[in-house]
T-cell receptor, first 112, second 115 residues
Framework: GDSVTQMEGPVTLSEEAFLTINCTYTATGYPSLFWYVQYPGEGLQLLLKATKADDKGSNKGFEATYRKETTSFHLEKGSVQVSDSAVYFCALSSATGNQFYFGTGTSLTVIP | NAGVTQTPKFRILKIGQSMTLQCTQDMNHNYMYWYRQDPGMGLKLIYYSVGAGITDKGEVPNGYNVSRSTTEDFPLRLELAAPSQTSVYFC??????????????FGDGTRLSIL
């Protein structure tokens, strides 16, 4: 069945460091892919999405490219800020059903 | 512009009590979902609905019930609360469900403790 495997955390970076959070997926058909961010005490918010192969989603300096050949959707940011500290979830929408599938989340802490 | 609204935000229950977690959305989305998130863990799907009158089980439905009498509302019922149900519960909605390319919209969650 469909699934998402996400890089384990927690991740601690210094401000202005480069961020990569790995995400790979298994899916039937052609799913859409998403990154969500969850700040402490809040719900999940959509960060970016990509709906077909080679699409690049971007928002707030974060980017992720839908790679069908490697079944990956890695999240990157060139220079993280303290305000980026949060939990990040990779997710896909099932192309054959009604559900969405989430990775286990990666906690990011950025220190000044 | 409310989006997905969950009530209550916090609740403490005693073992064996029952309660209903409320979820309502104002975006006219057909698809609605209930997840639980245990500390340090990802999301587990409890139940979902593809439209009024239609519900289906997710990964962890035991101990819960749902109903969907209107497009807007999707309440989650705990009949006999158990400590294992201590968690944060999130409701989400989507215009197109899994087959579409639209994301889910999440509420702020209900933090439930059962003692």
């Amino acid at each position: 069945g469909d699934s998402v495997t996400q890089m384990e955390g927690p991740v601690t970076l210094s401000e202005e460091a480069f961020l990569t959070i790995n995400c790979t997926y298994t899916a039937t058909g052609y799913p859409s892919l998403f990154w969500y961010v969850q700040y402490p005490g809040e719900g999940l918010q959509l960060l970016l999405k990509a709906t077909k192969a080679d699409d690049k989603g971007s928002n707030k300096g974060f980017e992720a490219t839908y790679r069908k050949e490697t079944t990956s959707f890695h999240l990157e940011k060139g220079s993280v800020q303290v305000s980026d500290s949060a939990v990040y979830f990779c997710a896909l929408s099932s192309a054959t059903g009604n559900q969405f599938y989430f990775g286990t989340g990666t906690s990011l802490t950025v220190i000044p | 512009n409310a989006g997905v609204t969950q009530t209550p935000k916090f609740r403490i229950l005693k073992i064996g009590q029952s309660m209903t977690l409320q979820c309502t959305q104002d975006m006219n989305h057909n698809y609605m979902y209930w997840y639980r998130q245990d500390p340090g863990m990802g999301l587990k799907l409890i139940y979902y609905s593809v439209g009024a009158g239609i519900t289906d089980k997710g990964e962890v439905p035991n101990g819960y019930n749902v109903s969907r009498s209107t497009t807007e509302d999707f309440p989650l019922r705990l009949e006999l609360a158990a400590p294992s149900q201590t968690s944060v519960y999130f409701c989400a909605s989507s215009p197109t469900g899994g087959r579409g390319n639209q994301p889910q919209h999440f509420g702020d969650g209900t933090r439930l403790s059962i003692l």
